[in-house]
């Protein structure tokens, strides 16, 4: 699966943004779809995935500020980020993960200033 992640920016603290992830195929046939996020000197963390259902998923510290959301239409996801603070600044990229194969996206870079 390819991937074309967009969306990112700079943007003031308590401002949104939403990152759009273009998948090469249908979502229906990819079993799940996620966002990751990688800041300066940190590990890549997880924030949420969406499976082909439309079920999504987050990780405990990112509940309540991002939405993940599937488009099939348009073959995209979505991650919605609201009241972004200086410590969402990261690059973030999207993953498909079809049976065991796990895909990435180029990653979008997300600057949030103070």
């Known amino acids: 699966v390819q991937l074309q992640a967009s969306g990112g920016g700079l943007v003031q603290a308590g401002g949104s943004l939403r990152l759009s992830c273009a998948a090469s195929r249908s979502i229906f046939s990819i079993n799940a779809m996620g966002w990751y996020r990688q800041a300066p000197g940190k590990q890549r963390e997880w924030i949420a995935m969406?499976?082909?259902?439309?079920?999504?998923n987050y990780a405990d510290s990112m509940k309540g500020r991002f939405t993940i959301s599937g488009d099939p239409a348009e073959n995209t996801v979505y991650l919605q980020m609201n009241g972004l603070k200086p410590e969402d600044t990261a690059v973030y990229y999207c993953?498909?993960?079809?049976?065991?194969?796990?895909?990435w996206g180029q990653g979008t870079e997300v600057t949030v200033s103070s």
């Open positions: 993953s498909a993960l079809v049976r065991s194969e796990q895909s």
């Open positions: 969406i499976t082909s259902g439309g079920r999504p």
